[in-house]
């Protein structure tokens, strides 16, 4: 599938390493990745072998050690943090294993939050939520709690939440890993309709490797070097 060869973004030599006392434990030894437009991409690896830490650093959720992190083609640390802060919250988005929803709102009050919490106006904030919620399937259950929801529903709550701001790119980890089998094809489904139908770009850290397979370009991490599959 061709893709308009522009970098979303781009992880330069990239090293963690932490520290726990006088131990020193190397997670990532010069990750070289670069995430184009409207790519899907699938990160794969045994537990420990640095996937989150990785998807964390290109979410600027976490630093590097070592190495540059570059969004559209500037690095993050010439920036200031006022500016990467922008970045994360109106060019990232963010779907989780655990969904990370609010328990005591419902799910268009879930998807309204990041939002609302930035100044935005509620109805507009409202009418943009119920449009995700329809995107995704859920719009007769716009009105419940996660606590009312399966645990595919809740799923699909936290990426129309990922979507509110037209992100630049949706970062994914383990977006199945909590659910049961048929359950988490559906959710594969989903986000292959983002990727797929709609363009968006997409990284998916994932144990599925069926899921892997089905992407644009599979990368393995192993003792904290990235590997094509």
Same mark, same amino acid.
Request: net charge negative; aromatic share 4%.
């Given at each position: 599938?061709?893709?308009?060869?522009?970098?979303?973004?781009?992880?330069?030599?990239?090293?963690?390493?932490? %520290?726990?006392?006088?131990?020193?434990?190397?997670?990532?030894?010069?990750?070289?990745?670069?995430?184009?437009?409207?790519?899907?991409?699938?990160?794969?690896?045994?537990?420990?072998?640095?996937?989150?830490?990785?998807?964390?650093?290109?979410?600027?959720?976490?630093?590097?050690?070592?190495?540059?992190?570059?969004?559209?083609?500037?690095?993050?640390?010439?920036?200031?943090?006022?500016?990467?802060?922008?970045?994360?919250?109106?060019?990232?988005?963010?779907?989780?294993?655990?969904?990370?929803?609010?328990?005591?709102?419902?799910?268009?009050?879930?998807?309204?939050?990041?939002?609302?919490?930035?100044?935005?106006?509620?109805?507009?904030?409202?009418?943009?939520?119920?449009?995700?919620?329809?995107?995704?399937?859920?719009?007769?259950?716009?009105? %419940?709690?996660?606590?009312?929801?399966?645990?595919?529903?809740?799923?699909?709550?936290?990426?129309?939440?990922?979507?509110?701001?037209?992100?630049?790119?949706?970062?994914?980890?383990?977006?199945?890993?909590?659910?049961?089998?048929?359950?988490?094809?559906?959710?594969?489904?989903?986000?292959?309709?983002?990727?797929?139908?709609?363009?968006?770009?997409?990284?998916?850290?994932?144990?599925?490797?069926?899921?892997?397979?089905?992407?644009?370009?599979?990368?393995?991490?192993?003792?904290?070097?990235?590997?094509?599959?």
């Amino acid at each position: 599938m061709p893709f308009a060869m522009s970098k979303v973004l781009e992880c330069r030599g990239l090293e963690k390493t932490f %520290h726990d006392g006088s131990r020193e434990l190397c997670v990532l030894r010069g990750i070289d990745l670069a995430v184009e437009e409207k790519e899907i991409i699938a990160i794969s690896g045994a537990s420990g072998a640095g996937k989150t830490t990785l998807l964390q650093i290109m979410g600027t959720l976490d630093k590097p050690t070592g190495g540059e992190l570059l969004f559209r083609g500037e690095p993050l640390s010439s920036m200031g943090r006022a500016a990467v802060n922008t970045i994360r919250n109106q060019e990232i988005g963010f779907v989780f294993q655990f969904y990370h929803l609010l328990a005591e709102f419902t799910a268009l009050e879930n998807v309204m939050m990041p939002a609302l919490s930035q100044g935005a106006s509620k109805r507009a904030c409202r009418d943009r939520a119920l449009e995700l919620l329809e995107s995704v399937g859920l719009s007769d259950r716009t009105t %419940h709690k996660p606590g009312q929801l399966s645990g595919g529903e809740q799923q699909r709550v936290a990426i129309a939440r990922a979507l509110f701001n037209e992100p630049s790119i949706i970062l994914c980890d383990e977006p199945t890993g909590n659910l049961d089998e048929d359950t988490g094809k559906e959710i594969v489904e989903v986000l292959f309709e983002l990727g797929e139908a709609q363009g968006r770009t997409l990284v998916i850290v994932t144990h599925d490797l069926d899921l892997a397979a089905r992407t644009h370009r599979w990368v393995h991490l192993h003792d904290g070097v990235a590997q094509a599959k």
